[in-house]
């Protein structure tokens, strides 16, 4: 499974981005997506998640200006950032639990997870 990221970049505090990630491969299913950010000198941390079903969970941080949302494909999530702090400043990470997939020789494959590649976002005046 390939993940693909995109949709960072600079903004001034109070904007606004969306972050997009699809994923691609012969994949038969995929589990709960979400979103993770690393600061520079910091632990990688869980921004917000979507499960299966719909159900959404986020970050006391971002709660209220984020929004994490799943593509009717299931296969692309997308989040929604407003009114954005320079302390959403970081790299962002897609990724997804327990996906399964196809590999090239037709063998079926049930990993842990698979994450993209990491979108810069960087919130400044």
């Known amino acids: 499974v390939q993940l693909q990221a995109s949709g960072g970049g600079l903004v001034q505090p109070g904007g606004s981005l969306r972050l997009s990630c699809a994923a691609s491969?012969?994949?038969?299913?995929?589990?709960?997506m979400g979103w993770y950010r690393q600061a520079p000198g910091k632990q990688r941390e869980l921004v917000a998640a979507?499960?299966?079903?719909?159900?959404?969970n986020y970050a006391d941080s971002v709660k209220g200006r984020f929004t994490i949302s799943r593509g009717n494909d299931k296969n692309t999530v997308y989040l929604q950032m407003n009114s954005l702090k320079p302390g959403d400043t970081a790299v962002y990470y897609c990724h997804v639990d327990r996906p399964t997939y196809y590999t090239d020789s037709g063998d079926p494959v049930a990993a842990a997870h698979a994450w993209g590649q990491g979108t810069l976002v960087t919130v400044s005046s």
């Open positions: 979507i499960a299966t079903g719909g159900t959404t």
């Open positions: 491969g012969r994949i038969i299913s995929l589990n709960g």
